[in-house]
């Protein structure tokens, strides 16, 4: 039997997608995408992940991408549909998430002539895609076939390897739209006798012995120094950074979303409490010689002035990519190497440290003192933001992600959710550290059969209330503990909070709308928390459940700044008191 030409292409496109790897596809409903979305639909080893509202399928597939740290295919039809993808794809792009953006279009004389649902679609991502390519239309002959699968696998190459990110592919076709999808050569044209078409094999970067060499003898006899781990995908380097931190005897300030607070590995070294630290003189005016950073920028605003007020100390960051990352424009160096053949490599250059220094002994005081101050601070029985995580920290278990929106969520993560022998995997959307789509991420996560918890505020949830049709559609877990503080509640921290003629208008924003009405329309579980204790039950309750449950704990923003300052003033006080400061400049 033979098939029609764009049944053979299609088929072969989808078919060579699933050899480079690709398990997974979220599709948006669409006529000009008919031909993708039935193809992959019939593929028996791509899962189908439907979702209405293309915004929130780019996300979704930006959880799924997240947690299986693999690409995911996105399918929508030709015009703003695409469009729409755009916020998810330029957080994929700076947090190194692969995916492959497929989008349909009218073929080229339907395109500047006023056809509808047609736009220009031509690189319309910008630098935000690793790839760009417009693929030809539809065509039986051999090499086209041999063309069609050689793009899909170097989509999937380009996507997955260096620095990962999405790719977007354009795939223009005319009318009939309506493939023979079930027929048995539907994925067989094209096919090579091995499994896949490979594009390119890369190895990862690394420096020459000689120049670990250099390294190593810049750190020689250095004490005052620091490792940073800062939010990025590299567990696999926690035994090799935990090794070179005690080979040097460095304190490591250790991002929520690095892999170094959570897992097994050693935290002897590991500084949870920096954020609080560098708020005070005490630790602020310690001056480092050398930090070396693996990663993003911290969330830490604290970090970032540290760095900008020692900016003659020598400042090393660690990139597996091509990426200048360095917003203080330290001094320093920047060097492009794999995280973990790096930290490996240079911990065998160099000649460890037989005793401990006074430095770091200074900072792992200083944390223990952040420590003991932030578990007094939290006792306490009033709707403090921060507790949030500090109870989470306690009653989250083993094996689960806990997803934060962005403004005050994540910063409190930093805070407040110490160390943990626990394997919790900590995730945000730090890329362009945007609110929206954190639902449909969280739920991204979640589709891959993790266990997962939301923490997320009110404005972000009312962001991406969309999203949530996916927990009903693909009858998914999640918890969600909403932190409603009617409002923008970061704005209360910043300048614009001591101008109250306008405040509330342009930055509070309060919204006054029930979550247990949004909560019940995607038929979720919704409970109003009433005390910790109710808190406590009510978590566990859900965690253990199925379905959505969207836990609310309602809260005031002036007291919840309030209460910020009063614990960042006890930790200065505690640390004057206690410590002093025998490297103060």
């Known amino acids: 039997m033979t098939v029609d030409p764009l049944t053979a292409y299609v088929g072969a496109f989808v078919d060579e997608l699933n050899n480079a790897d690709i398990e997974d596809v979220v599709i948006s409903p669409g006529s000009r995408s008919t031909p993708l979305a039935m193809m992959f639909a019939q593929h028996p080893q791509i899962k189908v992940w439907l979702s209405v509202d293309e915004r929130s399928a780019a996300f979704f597939a930006l959880g799924i991408a997240k947690s299986k740290e693999k690409p995911v295919a996105l399918v929508c ?19 190194h998430i692969p995916l492959i953006i497929l989008t349909a279009d009218r073929p080229h004389e339907l395109r500047d002539v006023g056809a509808p649902q047609s736009i220009d679609q031509i690189g319309m991502y910008g630098k935000y895609v690793k790839w760009f390519h417009e693929m030809a239309l539809p065509e039986m002959e051999e090499g086209m076939l041999r063309y069609v699968r050689s793009n899909a696998g170097r989509a999937c190459a380009i996507a997955n390897h260096g620095k990962k990110g999405p790719v977007h592919l354009n795939l223009p076709f005319r009318e009939p739209l309506v493939p023979e999808y079930r027929s048995s050569e539907a994925f067989q044209y094209g096919k090579l006798e091995q499994k ?17 060499g250099e390294l190593a003898n810049i ?8 490792i940073v781990c800062g939010p990025g995908q590299y567990r696999h380097a926690v035994q090799a950074i935990t090794e070179l931190a005690e080979a040097l005897d460095f304190p490591i300030l250790a991002d ?3 892999p170094l607070r959570t897992g097994e590995h050693s935290k002897e070294l590991v500084i949870d409490n920096y954020d609080a630290l560098l708020k005070s003189e005490v630790i602020n005016n310690e001056k480092p010689d050398v930090i070396i950073r693996f990663g993003a920028m911290p969330v830490s605003k604290a970090f970032y002035k540290y760095v900008q007020k020692h900016k003659d100390a020598d400042y090393w960051i660690i990139e597996e990519g091509e990426e200048w990352r360095d917003p203080a424009h330290s001094s320093g160096r920047m060097i492009y190497a794999d995280t973990q053949q790096f930290a490996e ?12 220094t006074e430095w770091t002994r200074h900072w792992r005081r200083a944390n223990a003192i952040a420590g003991d101050e932030k578990h007094a601070f939290v006792t306490s029985d009033a709707f403090f933001e921060g507790k949030i995580f500090s109870r989470l920290e306690q009653l989250i278990p083993d094996g689960t992600t806990l997803f934060v929106g962005n403004s005050m969520p994540i910063r409190d993560l930093d805070s407040f959710f110490s160390t943990t022998q626990k394997e919790i995997q900590l995730s945000a959307n730090r890329g362009a550290n945007g609110i929206d789509g954190v639902i449909s991420t969280a739920l991204g996560v979640a589709a ?8 997320i505020g009110d404005l972000s949830f009312y962001h991406d209330m969309n999203g949530l049709l996916a927990s009903k559609m693909h009858e998914l877990d999640l918890t969600v503990v909403l932190v409603n503080n009617n409002g923008g509640g970061i704005f209360s921290f910043l300048p614009q909070y001591e101008h109250p003629d306008h405040f509330e208008q342009l930055f509070g924003t309060p919204i ?20 910790w204790n ?7 309750e859900s965690i253990n459940g199925k379905g959505l449950h969207v836990l609310e704990i309602q809260t005031n923003r002036d007291e919840n700044v309030r209460l910020h300052r009063e614990y960042w003033d006890q930790v200065d006080s505690a640390l004057r008191d206690r410590l002093g400061s025998p490297h103060a400049d």
């Open 219 to 226: 750190l020689k006899g250095v004490e005052k120094g620091l």
């Open 256 to 258: 929520p979303l690095s």
């Open 512 to 531: 006054d709308i029930s979550f247990e009405q949004s909560t019940n329309l995607y038929d979720g579980h919704y409970h109003l928390v009433k005390s």
């Open 196 to 212: 896949a078409y490979r594009s390119f094999e890369a190895g990862s970067r690394n420096l020459t012995e000689r120049q670990y």
């Open 345 to 356: 490599a240079l911990g065998h250059a160099i000649e460890s440290t037989d005793t401990p």
């Open 534 to 540: 109710d808190f406590d039950y009510a978590f566990m």
């Open 77 to 95: 039809t030709s015009g703003t549909a695409a469009a729409n993808y755009y916020p998810a794809i330029i957080e994929a792009s700076i947090s």
């Open 448 to 455: 891959t059969g993790q266990k997962t918890v939301l923490v």
